[in-house]
């Protein structure tokens, strides 16, 4: 969140319009959306407001659910923005650094919903850094590539990894897929399907995958993210054994919301 205020706080007026990869979402509504969940992470009542019936991209409860922090925010001027955003980040900081509470803990999650306080924080580490990136994007001021928040990420991304490749692109089982990701942050992840089909991750290579998918970090973690489509990125990945199927999974590969 520091870095996000470093990024957004010189910003003129009309920069605040900019659009970002995340669909549907300016500048503007990336840093309200920030602000709403960490206020909602601090135990703030959540704003009373009717979304607008013209939102094209709100289609579910979810999407109306963070909707909400962000379309309330639509007008706010800069400086109003920039300065709920530092108050923001002195009541977070102090509430973290005085956290005393059980990482199981019960707190409240999207929807009314419960999740443990150790899950809450990583999701949130996930979200901010994510919301950096397209910031970053949309500035055209990259960086923190291989910041903690990053690892915070590849791990929960990698947590999707057995749904794309077993589910959604229907790998065949007793089969292997390798992920090969270099840059700011390098790992190899071998995702093997058993022969019910059920898939794991690990990070012991595999002698003979049915494909291995070669990219950098930035382009995992856009394609993971949803910010862009295989299509857009084909050039920038290397794709070795069953094409067909590596061109399933990289069809198919957000694991976001």
Same mark, same amino acid.
């Given at each position: ?13 009309? +920069? ?46 979810? +999407? ?30 102090? +509430? ?18 419960? +999740? ?142």
């Amino acid at each position: 969140m520091e870095a996000i205020s470093e990024l957004v706080t010189p910003l003129p007026e009309g +920069q605040w319009n900019l659009a970002t990869p995340c669909p549907a979402w300016s500048v503007r509504d990336i840093v309200s959306h920030v602000i709403g969940l960490d206020c909602e992470m601090l135990g703030d009542p959540r704003p009373i407001h009717t979304l607008p019936r013209d939102l094209y991209h709100v289609t579910n409860e979810s +999407q109306r659910y963070m909707e909400m922090q962000v379309d309330v925010r639509r007008h706010h001027t800069a400086p109003e923005m920039t300065s709920e955003l530092e108050y923001t980040i002195i009541r977070r900081s102090r +509430q973290l650094r005085n956290e005393s509470r059980d990482p199981s803990t019960k707190v409240r999650g999207p929807l009314g919903s419960e +999740q443990t306080l150790e899950l809450a924080t990583r999701l949130r580490a996930f979200d901010v850094w994510v919301h950096e990136q397209d910031l970053r994007v949309a500035l055209r001021r990259p960086g923190n590539l291989d910041s903690p928040g990053a690892y915070v990420t590849r791990d929960l991304l990698l947590h999707g990894l057995p749904k794309v490749v077993a589910e959604k692109a229907g790998a065949p089982a007793n089969s292997a897929v390798v992920f090969d990701v270099g840059g700011p942050v390098e790992f190899l992840r071998t995702v093997r399907v058993d022969a019910e089909g059920k898939a794991t991750v690990d990070s012991a290579p595999s002698l003979g995958p049915i494909v291995t998918i070669g990219m950098d970090w930035d382009t995992y973690f856009r394609l993971a993210c949803g910010r862009v489509t295989y299509a857009a990125v084909k050039d920038r990945v290397k794709v070795e054994g069953d094409l067909e199927l590596g061109d399933a999974i990289l069809s198919d590969f957000a694991v976001t919301p």
